[in-house]
């Protein structure tokens, strides 16, 4: 039993494909060849000493680990969220006291305890 979940699954019927179908639907010019060297860093299925697979969701994955977004493109997919109003009249931690507020407990002493 493994200890992984496939929580990126959301297959009704799951189509598992080989290293050659993978590699047509991704459409990767380089074929099956890309997805066996890069078999480790990739979602997939593998079932005892079989070859691995994958399903179609697998490959949703792929694509999205793969995907080149320019910063203008990103911008216009998630705008940044315009930040809250701050006031910059009060410290950002007043609870804490400033480092040169730290004074000794007690007095320094001007002469050797009695022994």
Not at 17 to 30: F, G, K, P
Not at 38 to 53: I, M
Not at 59 to 69: D, G, H, N, P, S
Request: glycine share 4%; proline share 9%; aromatic share 6%.
């Amino acid at each position: 039993m493994s200890a992984f979940t496939r929580e990126h699954c959301t297959c009704v019927v799951v189509q598992n494909l080989s290293y050659d179908q993978a590699a047509e639907a991704l459409n990767l010019s380089y074929g099956a060849k890309w997805l066996q060297d890069n078999l480790a860093k990739l979602p997939h299925q593998k079932f005892g000493k079989n070859r691995a697979v994958f399903c179609h969701c697998d490959l949703r994955v792929i694509q999205a680990m793969y995907a080149v977004l320019p910063p203008e493109a990103a911008k216009v997919i998630s705008p940044p969220a315009e930040a809250p109003e701050q006031n910059t009249d009060q410290p950002k931690h007043p609870a804490v006291p400033a480092y040169a507020a730290a004074r000794p407990s007690q007095g320094r002493r001007r002469q050797a305890a009695g022994v």
